[in-house]
């Protein structure tokens, strides 16, 4: 079964701190790997994606890692603001169809 | 650019009552287009994927079903609701190739 296992399920972080989201995936035909930010109430949006030709990839704050060989790949938030506080998604598809999502992470940030 | 318009935005219905929720995407053309739900505090799991007019695949067995009546418009349905099918249901659009999917602003279904 094609499954993305995400963790932690919940994070508490002060503002300025660095959270940081992990996941792995199975199937290693998977080879788009996007991260989704989500706000209550709303739809997902994408936030940053890798494919598994780099180990990294910085999109102003938010930075993906991504270690083929250990089939995982995670986000890290630098300068974390309160206004990042929301629920995040990692996911896995091949091409960019389909995804397979992790089950979350909420995110809270601290003043 | 591309839009993805969902309604309604919430919904409250009895158990045993018919359901139909639309979709419909602007900006792009024969998109690929998803029915996901999301439980509450979990994630999201696809439902329905269709590459085409009239074109559907059902993802995991249960009480809804999904059609592509025309290019951008996608409807969700289920001809008798059960207290299971509460959450949050999310369209979404991608293209072959294209940078990623993208998700209309979802439904919030309450069946009581």
């Known amino acids: 079964q094609q499954q993305v296992k995400q963790s932690p399920q919940s994070l508490i972080v002060q503002k300025g701190g660095i959270p940081i989201i992990n996941c792995a995936y199975e199937?290693?035909?998977?080879?788009?790997f996007p991260w989704y930010q989500q706000f209550p109430g709303k739809g997902p949006a994408l936030l940053i994606a890798?494919?598994?030709?780099?180990s990294e990839k910085k999109e102003g704050r938010f930075t993906i890692s991504f270690n083929k060989s250990a089939k995982q790949f995670s986000l890290h938030i630098m300068d974390s603001q309160p206004g990042d506080s929301a629920t995040y998604f990692c996911?896995?598809?091949?091409?960019?169809?389909?995804?397979?999502f992790g089950t979350g992470t909420r995110l809270t940030i601290i003043p | 650019s591309q839009t993805i318009h969902q309604w309604p935005a919430t919904l409250v219905q009895p158990v045993g009552s018919p359901l139909s929720l639309e979709c419909t995407v602007e900006?792009?053309?024969?998109?690929?287009l998803y029915w996901y739900r999301q439980a509450a505090g979990r994630g999201l799991q696809l439902l329905f994927y269709?590459?085409?007019?009239?074109?559907i695949s059902s993802e995991v067995p249960q009480n809804l079903s999904a059609s592509r009546p025309q290019d951008r418009q996608f409807i969700l349905s289920s001809k008798k609701l059960l207290l299971s099918d509460s959450g949050f249901y999310l369209c979404?659009?991608?293209?072959?190739?294209?940078?990623?999917?993208?998700f209309g602003p979802g439904t919030r279904l309450t069946v009581l």
């Open positions: 979404a659009w991608s293209v072959l190739g294209g940078i990623s999917t993208f």
């Open positions: 199937n290693t035909a998977f080879d788009y």
């Open positions: 890798i494919r598994p030709d780099v």
């Open positions: 996911a896995a598809s091949m091409g960019n169809e389909k995804l397979t």
């Open positions: 900006g792009t053309s024969n998109p690929n």
């Open positions: 269709s590459v085409g007019i009239g074109q």
